[in-house]
C-alpha cells in the first residue's frame, strides 16, 4: 500500500509512535539513517519522515527563512529547490482548496467538517501520488544538474502541503479538541460583528488553518475599522492601500529622504531577486507569479519603512501572502496572474495590513545601525542572567556574546531558527498579544534559549556552544513545541514585564 | 589539538558568495540555497599547514550595508581575511578600496588579506579581467587567487595560503602571536584560556613551547 509522505506531520503514522521516534532522535540519527542504505523505499521514506523538516526549513530559504553556513547535517545536502517547486505547483493543479471557514453558518460546521474530511482525502490520494513521480523527476533532475551527494532517494513535501499543514503538527487531521476550537472560532466569525478581544483570546494559542486568513485579518484591522462589516473591510481594503501608499511616497518625497539608502536599497533587491544561479531559482510558475507579486508588495513595504530589510521583508510578505493566499476558499487555481486582478489586489492588500500590523512597533529594528535590535539584544541578556545564571556565566565563561546569535533572531523574528508552519502558529499568538512583535517576542527569545539550556550547558569550547546556537535543532518541531515555548515565554512576561526591577541582581 | 588558532575573516559585498566560500571549504560543497547572511556567522575547521595544524575560527561577515555597524564589531582582533568580489560584478570590485580600507583601519595594520573572485566557473559574464584585479592586489599588496565556490577550485587554497602567510610572519618574527589583539593564539594556551579565567591566558603563552 501506499505511504504517504508529505511531512512529519500528515501521515496517518500513529503519533505517538512519530513522536518518540522523533524525540529519541537527536541531529546525528538524520546523518546516520542516511548513511544506512534503505532496502525499501518505503522504509527509507518512514525513516526519514523527519527529515522533512529539514528542507522545510532550508527550502523555504530562498524564499523565507533558513540557510546560514550550517555545518551541521542539515546542511551537508543542500535541498533541490526548484523540483520541490515545481511539484508545488502541479499539486496545485489537482488538490482541492481547503475550505475557508469565515463564511461558515454555525449550524453548518458538521458539514463543513464532512468537506474537510472528504478534502484531506483526495488529497492524500493525490498528493502521493504525483508526490512519487516527481520524486523520480526530481532525482534525475537533480543527478544530472547538481553536484548532489547523499541522499539517493529523496521523496518531496509538496510545498501546499506544508504550508496548509501547520497546524496538524503530527496529530490526526483533526481532533475532537481542534474541531470544538474550529467551531468556536466559526461561531465567533460567523456574528455579523466580530468581538475582536473574544477573537484575540481564542487566537493566542492558535488558529486553525481553516480561519486563519479571516482572523488574520480581522485580528491586525485598525481600530477605526472595528464595528465595519467583513464584507465591507474587505472591499476597502484595497483603495485603504493604495491611498496609503501614495501618502508615504509623498511624505517620503517631501521631507527629502529619498537619499542613499532607498538607492541602496532598491539596488539590493534588484540582485537579490536576480537568480543567483539557474538551478537554485524556482522557476515554477506557481513561484515566479507569486514571486511578482511580492516584489510589488515590497516595493509597496520599502515605501513604508524606508529601512526594512530586503530579504526580511521579503520573507515575511511571502510567508504572509502565502498563508492568506492558500487557504482561500475562492481560489481554484494557483496561478496569480490568472486570478481576477481584483482578488490579487485584495490578497496582496491583506497581506500589506498584516505586514504593517506586524511592522508596527518595530520600525526601530530596521532603522540606521538598528537601534531596535541592540536594545533587545541587551534585554535579552539582562532577563537571562535573571533566569538562568548557570547558562548567562557558561556564555561568559567562553566569551560568546549575545550579540552573536541573537542579532538574527531578533532581525528575522526567529524565522530563520524555526521551520515555516512553527512560525506562522508563533504569529497566531503575536496577533493576539498586544505588543506581540515588539514586544512579547523577547521572552519567546529568552524561552527559546533557555529550552536549550542543557545542550548549551554541556557544550564546553566556544566554537561548540557558537555552532549550536547557529543550528538549533527545531527542524521536527510543531504545535506542542511551540505551545510549550509560548507558554514559557507567557510566564516569563507575566513574571518579569510588569516588574522589571523585581528579580534584578 | 592545534597548534594555532587563528581568527579570519571573510568580507566583501552583499552577493559575492562569502557564505558559499566558507560553506565550501568546511562542508565541501556548494549550497545552492544561500539567503542573505544576517549579521555574522560563524564556522570553525582545523587545517594543516606547513607541517602545523591550524585552526581557524572564521568569521562570516554581511554584506549588505545595512548590518555595516554589526560586522564592524568583529574586525577586531582577526589575523587573516577573505576579501571577496565576484568578477562577473565590476560594483563589487569597485567596492573593495573601502573594504580594505576597513579591514586595516578596524582590524590591525598587520592584517594578512587575500584578495578572492569569486564566481570564476561564470567566466562568461566575466566583468574583471585577472590581470586588472591581480595588479589591484598587488600595488595593495594582498595576495590573490580567483575562485569559485560551485566548483570548490581554490577554495581551500585561499584559506591556506592565507594561514601559511600568517604562520611565514610568525616565524619570521614580523607577526608577534603574544601582541594583543593579533588574532593569534597558541592552541594549547587556546585551550587551556578557555577552561580558565582569562587572567591564566598571559601565563599559559609563556608555558607553551611551540
Known amino acids: 500500500s501506499l505511504q504517504p509522505i508529505y511531512g512529519a506531520r500528515y501521515p496517518p503514522v500513529d503519533p505517538r509512535v512519530l513522536c518518540s521516534l522523533l524525540k529519541d532522535t537527536p541531529k546525528t540519527h538524520a546523518v546516520s539513517v542516511r548513511s544506512k542504505k534503505p532496502a525499501t523505499f518505503h522504509e527509507f521514506a518512514r525513516s526519514t519522515n523527519d527529515a522533512w523538516d529539514i528542507d522545510d526549513e532550508e527550502d523555504d530559504g530562498g524564499f523565507f527563512t533558513a540557510t546560514h553556513s550550517t555545518p551541521v547535517p542539515v546542511q551537508s545536502h543542500p535541498s533541490g529547490e526548484a523540483p520541490r517547486l515545481k511539484e508545488a505547483s502541479r499539486l496545485t493543479d489537482t488538490e482541492p482548496e481547503p475550505r475557508s471557514g469565515d463564511r461558515a453558518q454555525p449550524g453548518s460546521t458538521e458539514i463543513s467538517q464532512e468537506h474537510l474530511n472528504t478534502d484531506s482525502e483526495l488529497c492524500n490520494g493525490r498528493v502521493v501520488k504525483s508526490s512519487s513521480d516527481v520524486q523520480l523527476n526530481s ?43 474550529l467551531d468556536k472560532f466559526r461561531l465567533l466569525l460567523a456574528s455579523s460583528n466580530t468581538n475582536l478581544e473574544d477573537l484575540r483570546k481564542h487566537s493566542w494559542s492558535g488558529i486553525p488553518r481553516e480561519v486563519r486568513p479571516i482572523t488574520w485579518r480581522l485580528l491586525s484591522k485598525r481600530k477605526e475599522n472595528v464595528g465595519v462589516t467583513h464584507k465591507q473591510l474587505y472591499t476597502n481594503i484595497s483603495d485603504l492601500l493604495l491611498s496609503f501608499f501614495c501618502r508615504y511616497l509623498r511624505e517620503f518625497c517631501l521631507s527629502g529622504r529619498f537619499d542613499i539608502q532607498p538607492a541602496a536599497m532598491c539596488r539590493e533587491s534588484t540582485t537579490s531577486s536576480r537568480p543567483s544561479s539557474s538551478s537554485s531559482f524556482p522557476t515554477s510558475h506557481l513561484l515566479t507569479s507569486v514571486h511578482r507579486f511580492n516584489l510589488r508588495l515590497l516595493s509597496l513595504s520599502l515605501s513604508l519603512s524606508l529601512s526594512l530589510s530586503f530579504s526580511l521583508s521579503r520573507s515575511l510578505s511571502l510567508a504572509l501572502s502565502l498563508s492568506l493566499f492558500f487557504s482561500k476558499e475562492d481560489v481554484e487555481n494557483f496561478e496569480m496572474a490568472a486570478l481576477p486582478l481584483e482578488t490579487q489586489r485584495n490578497i496582496e492588500a491583506d497581506s500589506f495590513w498584516c505586514m504593517s500590523k506586524l511592522l508596527d512597533g518595530i520600525q526601530d529594528n530596521y532603522t540606521f545601525a538598528q537601534p531596535g535590535i541592540q536594545k533587545k539584544v541587551k534585554a535579552l541578556e539582562e532577563l537571562i542572567s535573571r533566569i538562568d545564571e548557570d547558562v548567562h556565566l557558561h556564555f561568559q565563561k567562553f566569551e560568546v556574546e549575545y550579540l552573536q546569535f541573537a542579532f538574527r533572531w531578533m532581525n528575522n523574528l526567529l524565522m530563520r531558527e524555526l521551520p515555516l508552519r512553527c512560525t506562522i502558529r508563533v504569529w497566531d499568538t503575536y496577533q493576539a498579544e498586544s505588543e506581540g512583535f515588539s514586544h512579547f517576542h523577547l521572552y519567546v527569545c529568552a524561552a527559546f534559549l533557555i529550552k536549550w539550556r542543557k545542550e548549551i550547558l554541556s557544550m564546553m569550547d566556544f566554537q561548540g556552544l557558537l555552532m549550536l546556537l547557529q543550528n538549533l535543532p527545531t527542524i521536527h518541531w510543531g504545535n506542542e513545541e511551540v505551545g510549550l515555548l509560548l507558554a514559557e515565554a507567557y510566564r516569563l512576561k507575566y513574571m518579569f514585564a510588569d516588574a522589571p526591577r523585581h528579580y534584578k541582581r | 589539538s592545534a597548534d594555532f588558532l587563528f581568527k579570519f575573516l571573510v568580507i566583501g559585498n552583499a552577493g559575492t558568495g562569502k557564505s558559499c566560500l566558507l560553506h565550501q571549504f568546511i562542508e565541501n560543497n556548494f549550497k545552492d540555497d544561500s539567503n542573505h547572511t544576517i549579521g555574522v ?7 594543516n599547514v606547513v607541517n602545523k595544524f591550524v585552526k581557524l575560527q ?11 555597524s554589526v560586522t564592524r564589531s568583529y574586525y577586531r582582533g582577526a589575523a587573516g581575511a577573505l576579501l571577496v568580489y565576484d568578477i562577473t560584478s565590476r560594483e563589487t570590485y569597485n567596492a573593495l578600496t573601502n573594504w580594505l580600507t576597513d579591514a586595516r583601519m578596524l582590524a590591525s595594520q598587520n592584517i594578512v588579506i587575500i584578495l578572492c573572485g569569486n564566481k570564476k566557473d561564470l567566466d562568461a559574464d566575466r566583468e574583471v579581467t585577472f590581470l586588472e584585479a591581480s595588479r589591484f592586489a598587488q600595488e595593495n599588496e594582498l595576495m590573490f587567487l580567483e575562485t569559485s565556490a560551485l566548483t570548490g577550485e581554490n577554495v581551500e587554497e585561499a584559506f591556506v595560503q592565507c594561514a601559511r602567510k600568517i604562520l611565514n610572519k610568525i616565524e619570521s618574527g614580523e607577526l608577534d602571536p603574544e601582541r594583543m589583539g593579533s588574532g593569534i593564539q597558541y592552541g594549547d594556551a587556546a585551550l587551556r584560556q578557555l577552561r580558565s579565567p582569562r587572567r591564566a591566558q598571559a601565563e599559559s603563552v609563556q608555558e607553551c613551547s611551540c
Open chain 2, 58 to 68: 572564521i568569521w562570516d561577515t554581511a554584506g549588505q550595508e545595512r548590518f555595516r
Open chain 2, 41 to 47: 556567522e560563524f564556522g570553525s575547521k582545523i587545517i
Open chain 1, 139 to 181: 532525482n534525475t533532475e537533480r543527478s544530472t544538474l547538481q553536484k548532489q551527494q547523499s541522499l539517493p532517494l529523496r521523496p518531496i513535501i509538496p510545498l501546499v502541503a506544508r504550508i496548509s499543514d501547520q497546524n496538524a503538527s503530527g496529530a490526526p487531521p483533526m481532533t475532537v479538541r481542534e474541531k470544538t476550537r
